[in-house]
């Protein structure tokens, strides 16, 4: 098994916006996103390599430093990793990449000025903390990429190869950062594989022959999926079936010629019969909103089933709250001279909207004393005044239980019974909705 070679040609889609961050700033972003030599967007093979490396520890631990390679500086040992993962690189509007310096394709000029996301960070009574803004770069939801594998068997089988592939065709598969806010989700398009023999003299030749080129027109065979693995579904799947009782707004932060105050629209990349286009603009619902609702609602419902109360002043909130810190995770903080952290256990994807009706309102800031308008005051917003409904979809980890565990869901039925608003402006009524919540297809 010395020379096997196991080879494969992966083609993601992006089901949510992705976050592959560059680890720079610009005058445009806090947070552009990785690019190539384009300028337009890629994912770098190194991290493509540690999401897999995290994945396959827990399936096949014993199997990770031979595959993986490791280094121990103390014992000074060592061994290269047999994994060799290119760079994921954009596929333009015919599932191709561009492999040269230059393009002419108005499907890959969109990608030289990517839609901005604004947060900011939110305190314990839900409001934003000061000089907490920042901005961040995203790629398109429905963006594709190209990439390859390539494994040296070097005592390695096709059980180990077969795991990385399924790893990758996992439902929490997720690539770049951000992914408990919505991003960074992907449906596998295409595998193609090959099984080269170096022993072969057929098999040498092909793979002296084969060229690095993402586009090459080479002996691929379609990969073949059976159940026999190891990634099972660790997570549970809640959809929130929901309706708006009248008007919402998720805010941009900037107006238009119309109001001054918009809701969040962005483009999409859609796909039909391989050929890709933008879609027009549409609403957007981002998880980073919805996230920040709930967690502040399961810290509520948490202290509540533990008895805690403002007379006994035993509540805790933010990252002191045990049910926040296990279903949303924490920051990293110095511990016993480590830096600790904790991956969230949630997932949430943004939803969006297409032709939805708006409605604008004006409002006038009004003078404390007097009662009066305050002179220059006057504003508009602009509403989503959507009839339809739409289903927000959940994941959460098998293993958040117990008291957490009902908390979260205690939070959600306040989604869908009126009883936790959504985005913008609720104190004026805006953002509740009405509906039901259904746990691995099983309404609660």
């Known amino acids: ?58 399936v096949l631990k014993e199997k990770e430093n031979e595959i993986f390679g490791y280094e121990e500086h103390k014992k000074d040992k060592g061994q290269s990793s047999n994994l060799i993962v290119s760079n994921a690189m954009l596929c333009d509007e015919n599932s191709k990449v561009v492999e040269n310096l230059g393009f002419d394709s108005k499907f890959l000029n969109k990608y030289l000025n990517l839609p901005l996301r604004e947060h900011t960070a939110i305190d314990e009574k839900g409001v ?6 920042f901005d961040e770069e995203i790629v ?17 089988s096709h059980t180990e190869w077969n795991n990385i592939l399924y790893a990758i065709l996992s439902e929490d598969f997720r690539l770049g950062s951000g992914s408990t806010k919505g991003f960074g989700s992907f449906e596998c398009i295409e595998i193609k594989t090959r099984v080269l023999n170096l022993e072969d003299k057929n098999d040498l030749k092909e793979y002296l022959n084969k060229t690095s080129s993402l586009n090459c027109d080479f002996k691929w065979q379609e990969f073949i999926k ?22 919402f707004i998720f805010g941009s932060g ?50 509540r089933l533990n008895g805690a109360t403002i007379e006994n002043s035993n509540g805790k909130i933010g990252e002191k709250n045990k049910a926040v810190v296990e279903i949303f995770g924490h920051k990293k903080e110095s511990k016993d001279n480590k830096e600790v952290g904790q991956k969230g256990k ?26 009066g308008a305050i002179d220059g005051a006057l504003f508009q917003e602009k509403t989503v005044a959507s009839s339809d409904g739409f289903d927000l979809e959940i994941f959460l980890d098998k293993s958040v239980k ?32 009405s509906g039901d919540v259904f746990k691995d297809g099983e309404k609660l």
């Open 254 to 303: 900037f107006g238009d010629d119309e109001a001054d105050n918009t809701p969040v629209y962005e483009k999409v990349v859609i796909w039909e019969n391989n050929k890709g286009s933008f879609s027009k603009e549409k609403v957007l619902i981002p998880a980073s909103s919805i996230k920040g609702a709930i967690a502040h609602r399961v810290a509520y419902h948490y202290n």
């Open 1 to 58: 098994m010395q020379n096997i070679r196991f080879l494969a040609q992966i083609t993601l889609q992006a089901k949510t916006p992705l976050k592959v961050g560059s680890g720079d700033s610009d005058f445009l972003s806090d947070a552009p996103v990785q690019k190539d030599f384009n300028s337009l967007p890629m994912i770098l093979g190194t991290s493509i390599a540690g999401v897999l490396r995290d994945k396959f520890r827990d």
């Open 402 to 433: 117990d008291k957490e565990l009902e908390a979260f869901e205690e939070a959600l039925k306040d989604i869908c019974n009126g009883m936790l608003g959504l985005g913008g402006m609720n104190t004026k009524g805006h953002g509740f909705f």
């Open 140 to 156: 398109f939801k429905g963006s594709r990429f190209k990439f390859e594998l390539e494994l040296l068997s070097n005592g390695l």
């Open 128 to 133: 934003a903390k000061e000089h907490s803004k």
């Open 226 to 247: 059976d159940d026999d693995n190891l990634y099972k579904n660790s997570y549970t799947k809640y959809t929130l079936k929901l309706k708006p009782d009248d008007f």
């Open 346 to 371: 949630i997932l949430i994807g943004d939803c969006y909207l297409q032709n939805q009706p708006t409605k604008i309102f004006d409002h006038v800031a009004i003078d404390r004393f007097t009662g």
